[in-house]
């Protein structure tokens, strides 16, 4: 298939934003953590269910991104219980596959997306995500911590906020996490038919909350390449912002796609960017930020991206939804414009 353009990170399928997706003429959607039955998986019918809902519409459902931290967070902390975590998911990714549904959006992050802002103030007064290690490094209680975590839906126990040195938890045992869990999982998605598109740490700093962050430069996403460079179902779910906001910016950004990209393992994109980088950024209008979306978009072009591209984190504009339908109509159409002129310049 051809690069497209996709809409998503929301949990319902409604009839309004269905609609909305066909009158911004995109064909393409991803759900992020969709509301669906099941403590420990989902079932066939439930996903087969938003597949037909998407068809009907005249849409095809791309993606899901992300089962809920609370399906596999032993797995992620290495805790007892994690065999079974890995046995659901498992069961997740056998029923998506008869659902037909093809890619898996993943992350390493048992304890969530982190800002300190919410509402920093961007363009024309629009409100941005904004990212200060050193207000964290600044809060003194736990609760002071836990305002910084984006998601706060999830349970406490999978919030992996360590009070104890004692209990912290290093690189290398993220490691050994990651490995022993895509070791068991990433054959089951072969065999589904399903493809997994592991998402870069968001920030991406070495630890925060007492977890070690593993997937927050270039080299940790070769480490885990190396680990599967022959596998179908293994890839990026590469979200350019991430990639901004690691230290040099840009640069890594250019990095991820002539590495990634030629070896035909960036399965979708999060287009997006960031002013600044770790341990200081903030998100902002694409087209502002450190690097410059027309380049990014002629090298997936000459890499050979053939996947789509997602509206993600975007500003919140004035008078906007809680789901920023303003913010993103602005970022589709961003986006679309600079694929016009890629298949025009040919």
Same mark, same amino acid.
């Given at each position: 298939?051809?690069?497209?353009?996709?809409?998503?990170?929301?949990?319902?399928?409604?009839?309004?934003?269905?609609?909305?997706?066909?009158?911004?003429?995109?064909?393409?959607?991803?759900?992020?953590?969709?509301? %669906?039955?099941?403590?420990?998986?989902?079932?066939?019918?439930? %996903?087969?269910?938003?597949?037909?809902?998407?068809?009907?519409?005249?849409?095809?459902?791309?993606?899901?991104?992300?089962?809920?931290?609370?399906?596999?967070?032993?797995?992620?902390?290495?805790?007892?219980?994690?065999?079974?975590?890995?046995?659901?998911?498992?069961?997740?990714?056998?029923?998506?596959?008869?659902?037909?549904?093809?890619? %898996?959006?993943?992350?390493?992050?048992?304890?969530?997306?982190?800002?300190?802002?919410?509402?920093?103030?961007?363009?024309?007064?629009?409100?941005?995500?904004?990212?200060?290690?050193?207000?964290?490094?600044g809060a003194t209680t736990r609760s002071e911590v836990l305002r910084f975590v984006a998601k706060t839906d999830e349970r406490p126990e999978t919030l992996g906020l360590m009070e104890r040195p004692e209990d912290v938890i290093d690189a290398e045992?993220?490691?050994?996490?990651?490995?022993?869990?895509?070791?068991?999982?990433?054959?089951?998605?072969?065999?589904?038919?399903?493809?997994?598109?592991?998402?870069?740490?968001?920030?991406?700093?070495?630890?925060?909350?007492?977890?070690?962050?593993?997937?927050?430069?270039?080299?940790?996403?070769?480490?885990?390449?190396?680990?599967?460079?022959?596998?179908?179902?293994?890839?990026?779910?590469?979200?350019?912002?991430?990639?901004?906001?690691?230290?040099?910016?840009?640069?890594?950004?250019?990095?991820?796609?002539?590495?990634?990209?030629?070896?035909?393992?960036?399965?979708?994109?999060?287009?997006?960017?960031?002013?600044?980088?770790?341990?200081?950024?903030?998100?902002?209008?694409?087209?502002?930020?450190?690097?410059?979306?027309?380049?990014?978009?002629?090298?997936?072009?000459?890499?050979?991206?053939?996947?789509?591209?997602?509206?993600?984190?975007?500003?919140?504009?004035?008078?906007?939804?809680?789901?920023?339908?303003?913010?993103?109509?602005?970022?589709?159409?961003?986006?679309?414009?600079?694929?016009?002129?890629?298949?025009?310049?040919?």
């Open positions: 298939m051809a690069m497209r353009i996709a809409i998503g990170q929301f949990n319902e399928l409604t009839d309004e934003k269905l609609k909305f997706a066909a009158q911004i003429g995109v064909k393409g959607i991803q759900m992020n953590t969709p509301a %669906l039955p099941g403590d420990t998986h989902w079932q066939e019918a439930d %996903l087969r269910a938003l597949v037909d809902r998407c068809a009907a519409h005249g849409l095809m459902l791309e993606a899901i991104e992300n089962v809920p931290i609370h399906f596999y967070y032993k797995a992620m902390l290495g805790l007892p219980g994690r065999d079974e975590q890995i046995a659901h998911y498992q069961t997740t990714l056998r029923n998506m596959g008869r659902a037909g549904i093809p890619i %898996l959006g993943f992350h390493w992050i048992p304890n969530s997306v982190w800002r300190t802002d919410r509402m920093a103030p961007g363009r024309g007064g629009a409100g941005c995500t904004k990212f200060d290690m050193a207000e964290v490094e045992k993220m490691w050994e996490n990651y490995a022993y869990f895509i070791k068991a999982v990433l054959p089951v998605a072969e065999e589904a038919g399903v493809r997994m598109a592991l998402h870069p740490d968001d920030p991406p700093v070495p630890m925060l909350g007492g977890v070690a962050r593993i997937f927050r430069e270039p080299a940790g996403f070769k480490r885990a390449y190396e680990l599967n460079p022959d596998s179908p179902a293994w890839g990026l779910d590469l979200c350019l912002g991430c990639c901004s906001e690691m230290p040099g910016n840009r640069a890594n950004v250019h990095e991820m796609i002539d590495f990634f990209g030629p070896r035909g393992k960036i399965f979708y994109i999060h287009f997006r960017d960031v002013q600044g980088e770790v341990p200081n950024f903030q998100e902002c209008f694409i087209g502002e930020g450190n690097f410059n979306p027309a380049e990014v978009m002629a090298q997936l072009h000459r890499v050979g991206f053939d996947g789509f591209f997602l509206d993600d984190h975007v500003p919140h504009m004035d008078e906007d939804t809680v789901w920023n339908h303003r913010g993103r109509a602005h970022a589709v159409g961003y986006m679309q414009g600079l694929l016009k002129m890629r298949e025009f310049l040919g």
